[in-house]
């Protein structure tokens, strides 16, 4: 096994298998596909509703078992009031939506790195051989997340309410005091969202590798990590360097590209929408619940569009960040150096009795 390469020496091999496994030549299946694992881990990126409508609210009967909830006279506009649960039904969605996008980024980040180890991508077979290790990730970042929310607020509520807590009342505050205090969980803030990102960083390119190769848990997952990475301190930080900077350059150069084919296909959606628009007002159609579904629907199919053609778009960048990672981190563990670099077979030894009556036929394999 080599020894371990660093950040900069692994851009080289990383382009290199990204032309290897979509360019050389253009494999439009293993595009396409990769575009869907780009959509499913949300890695291509880094319906508006009317309440006030009088043609569309919830029966009476709904509004009074709001004002039975809340006093009548609170300051709650009035459709929030009639609509209130079409409201709760939209966040429980929203909720539940959060946690299947999630489990499927999860499942997802493991079927990538078998596409890319593997140069194949089957995504439904894949996906089988990975939804436990993927079900474990999803557990471990959904707990992450919730760590961190309560976390945040912890940092920023305790020293905010500490603070008001000084002010006299009636008297004047210590304004001096106030903004060095503020200026503390300003750069507290900062800090902390640095930190949750680099664990987050360390946890796709490393942690699920580590439970891909191994077929272990989240914790076991981590010590390993440790013993692996602990001695290269410097190394890891110029590898989350470098990725900060092939990030940006990588932003800049697909959001240029992105914003030329959104407004490209803009112009046919726009086009589309202002017959269809024309032709509801036409045939007189009011707001209601199959006029407004039908709206959602509308919207979201055009979102899901340029959501998709962004993430064809970014199928390259996909491919060299999950390689670029994979090549750093291969140097310096063995399990994965030894699935990423299978060594050739010799060709058969070719032993000839006598005059051949033709050239030799040498099979590689």
């Not at 890695?43 to 509004?63: I, L, M, T, V």
């Not at 966040?91 to 980024?105: D, P, T, W």
Request: proline content about 7%; some cysteine; overall charge positive.
């Amino acid at each position: 096994m080599p020894g371990p390469i660093s950040a900069v020496d692994s851009v080289s091999p990383a382009f290199a298998d990204t032309r290897r496994l979509l360019f050389a030549p253009w494999k439009f299946g293993m595009w396409w596909r990769m575009s869907i694992l780009g959509l499913l881990t949300g890695e291509f990126a880094s319906g508006g509703f009317s309440g006030g409508s009088p043609n569309f609210h919830f029966p009476q009967q709904n509004r009074r078992l709001f004002e039975s909830l809340v006093p009548p006279h609170s300051e709650v506009p009035d459709w929030v009031r009639e609509n209130w649960m079409w409201l709760a039904l939209c966040g429980i969605l929203l909720v539940a939506l959060f946690f299947i996008a999630e489990y499927l980024a999860s499942v997802s980040r493991f079927v990538l790195l078998d596409a890319v180890v593997s140069g194949r991508c089957a995504i439904r077979v894949q996906w089988r051989k990975w939804r436990r290790q993927g079900a474990r990730y999803f557990f471990w970042d959904i707990g992450f997340a919730l760590a961190c929310v309560v976390a945040l607020l912890l940092l920023i509520g305790v020293p905010l309410w500490s603070m008001l807590k000084k002010i006299p009342a009636g008297g004047n505050p210590d304004w001096g005091a106030l903004l060095a205090g503020g200026l503390l969980i300003f750069f507290g803030v900062i800090i902390f969202l640095v930190v949750v990102g680099v664990i987050d960083l360390l946890a796709r390119d490393f942690l699920v590798p580590v439970m891909a190769m191994e077929n272990c848990g989240v914790w076991s997952g981590w010590r390993r990590v440790g013993q692996l990475l602990g001695g290269e301190k410097l190394a890891c930080t110029g590898y989350v360097l470098m990725k900060i900077v092939l990030a940006l350059g990588s932003a800049i150069l697909f959001g240029i590209v992105n914003l030329i084919v959104i407004l490209f296909l803009l112009i046919p959606m726009a086009i589309v929408g202002g017959i269809a628009y024309f032709a509801l007002r036409n045939a007189h159609l009011t707001w209601n619940f199959g006029t407004v579904s039908a709206l959602v629907l509308a919207i979201a199919a055009a979102i899901a569009i340029l959501m998709w053609a962004c993430a064809f778009i970014y199928s390259p960048g996909l491919v060299f960040f999950q390689s670029y990672a994979l090549r750093f981190f291969a140097s310096r563990f063995p399990a994965l150096n030894a699935a990423m670099f299978i060594p050739p077979q010799p060709p058969a030894p070719f032993i000839t009795h006598g005059p051949m009556p033709g050239p030799p036929l040498i099979s590689s394999s």
